[in-house]
């Protein structure tokens, strides 16, 4: 099988399991019995979706994943770098007491904080604080909900936020700092690109968000600008909206590590929001908005480069 198929097999039982999950705990508060495999199994998908995805970094994603799961078994025997806390039996299969796809719970997390960081252009060591506290910050969405929604660990030292001790985010933030110091050069990228305009993501200005490749700008026919009057009829240019429209929400999101790292915040938030933890569930709707935010930023300078083309020569 190509990449393609195995992206399109992968995305769409992360789908299912997604869909599943949510509806599972809206309606009945929780995931039935005869689902355990689901959670894993979840978890696995949206990991390898991350590596299928990213064209760069693959192996700092490894290497963070297996340096994540190394923090999880030295945490639960060493209280003082998360706290007090065990794993229950409810995620199988274990390896020193810690789920195995703990490791990629990290991949997914770490893989989109990654992804994103470069658009804020940061100098590398302002790129690991910034990551490491949006880190915690997810947490503070994650952490409530695998212990009162699902059930993945308890705490043996309950803390005041919905039991989590306040040690537990600075031990993330610690441990953040940690991987993303090890990968500060690192870019998790993947191909993102607009057919219409040429344009790829600017690798060496994110500030601008968008470069001109060495390809010569190619203006579209139905542009008024670059045609007469009867050229293109109003129905065309109708019928070509939602095209537009699809290739910039290509240019905004395209990127597999982003659409697993935002889905799993959005699948928090809405099993957050189904057990009434309220504070969990407001993080991930501030999440989701500063993610957006910079989805239209990118969104934005798109647009400016598309009214002001750069001056090249057309042929006819």
Not at 227 to 238: I, L, Y
Request: hydrophobic share 50%.
């Amino acid at each position: 099988m190509t990449h393609r198929w195995w992206v399109g097999i992968l995305g769409g039982f992360y789908a299912l399991l997604w869909t599943g999950g949510v509806v599972a705990h809206l309606l009945w508060g929780r995931t039935p019995a005869e689902a355990g495999w689901a959670a894993p199994a979840f978890l696995a998908c949206g990991a390898a979706l991350v590596f299928l995805g990213a064209k760069s970094g693959r192996g700092w994603l490894a290497a963070t994943g297996a340096g994540g799961f190394l923090s999880e078994v030295v945490g639960i025997r060493v209280p003082s770098l998360y706290g007090s806390y065990s794993y229950t039996e409810v995620v199988q299969p274990q390896v020193a007491g810690v789920p195995v796809v703990m490791a990629c719970a990290w991949v997914i997390v770490i893989g989109y904080v990654k992804n994103r960081l470069r658009l804020l252009a940061l100098k590398p060591w302002s790129e690991v604080f910034a990551g490491a506290v949006w880190m915690t910050a997810i947490d503070l969405l994650i952490d409530p909900v695998a212990t009162l929604g699902v059930g993945y660990w308890v705490w043996r030292n309950p803390g005041p936020y919905y039991g989590v001790p306040l040690s537990n985010f600075l031990g993330w933030l610690i441990v953040s700092a940690a991987l993303l110091a090890a990968g500060r050069r690192v870019r998790v990228e993947g191909e993102q690109y607009t057919a219409t305009a040429g344009f790829t993501l600017n690798r060496t200005n994110p500030r601008i968000g968008l470069r001109d490749p060495a390809t010569p700008w190619r203006r579209r026919r139905s542009d008024s600008r670059d045609c007469n009057a009867g050229d293109v009829s109003p129905v065309a240019e109708v019928l070509a909206t939602p095209r537009r429209v699809f290739h910039r929400m290509r240019v905004c999101a395209s990127e597999t590590p982003h659409w697993i790292g935002l889905s799993v915040i959005v699948f928090f938030g809405l099993l957050a929001t189904a057990h009434r933890l309220w504070w969990p569930a407001i993080v991930a709707l501030a999440l989701a908005t500063w993610d957006g935010w910079l989805s239209v930023r990118i969104c934005t300078a798109f647009d400016r480069i598309e009214s002001h083309p750069p001056s090249a020569s057309v042929p006819p």
